[in-house]
């Protein structure tokens, strides 16, 4: 089933998107069968599910992180991740900075290079619940600093966001341009201005099962699919 569920989700996704499947809450098998299917980039959203995977599955597999990160549990991905997609505080950046100093080592032995790649989440749904900066926010807060003296070992590769959980296509439109016209804004703002340029800072992460096909109409170059490809979690 996952590999007809991943053929049919990639004929729908155009070249230059990548995929993410998203495989929190699924066994090993589930992710072993997915990869025998040819994927290689799997996200996960719980520092002790990311850990265990990393360490029973095949090592040319690119993990990302895409769940709520406590500053506390950084140094549990950090020797492993290839991208961390929820990025949501100022200090969380700040640990990120600390622990891929930390796990030089690891890193450069896995990766040939220390930086930590991360996009920065956005919160533009209407859920209070769900987290991230807000886009003025955040604008203000890399306007503010200097990006390269303060998180030499990080890498911003761009933005991340979920749209609100209603059944309304119309309302994911909206809060993926929200997402877009804030890549833009740091793009054109505070990164340009600090050298950092579009080739670095080119990801747009956003679509999931139910709303990836509008991501795609709105210029997601990311998308990070379950349910689709893994069938229902049981939490
Ligand atoms: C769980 C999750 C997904 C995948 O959601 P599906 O609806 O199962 O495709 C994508 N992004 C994030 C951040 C998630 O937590």
Redesign the pocket.
């Known amino acids: 089933m996952i590999k007809e569920n991943l053929q049919s989700i990639r004929a729908t996704i155009p070249q230059g998107v990548t995929l993410v499947a998203?495989s929190?809450f699924h066994p090993v098998e589930a992710l072993q069968e997915a990869y025998d299917a040819g994927q290689r980039i799997f996200?996960e959203?719980r520092e002790n599910e990311f850990k265990a995977k990393v360490a029973v599955l095949p090592t040319d597999i690119e993990w990302h992180f895409?769940?709520h990160l406590q500053t506390n549990k950084v140094k549990y991905i950090a020797p492993y991740v290839s991208l961390i997609?929820?990025i949501d505080t100022e200090r969380l950046l700040d640990e990120v900075e600390r622990q891929a100093v930390r796990f030089e080592k690891e890193r450069v032995a896995r990766f040939g290079d220390a930086c930590i790649d991360v996009l920065l989440q956005l919160h533009v749904a209407q859920e209070e619940s769900k987290s991230g900066f807000f886009p003025d926010e955040l604008l203000q807060l890399l306007e503010n600093v200097n990006i390269r003296e303060r998180w030499p070992h990080v890498r911003l590769r761009g933005v991340?966001g979920?749209a609100s959980f209603v059944d309304d296509p119309n309302q994911w439109r909206k809060e993926f341009r929200q997402i877009r016209a804030c890549h833009s804004a740091l793009l054109d703002g505070p990164l340009k201005a600090q050298g950092i340029s579009s080739e670095q800072f080119n990801i747009l992460s956003y679509g999931?099962?139910?709303d990836?096909q509008v991501a795609i109409e709105e210029s997601t170059n990311m998308v990070?699919?379950?349910?689709?490809i893994f069938g229902h979690?049981e939490y």
């Open positions: 998203v929190k996200g959203s895409i769940g997609q929820s991340m979920m999931m099962s139910d990836y990070r699919i379950g349910t689709s979690r």
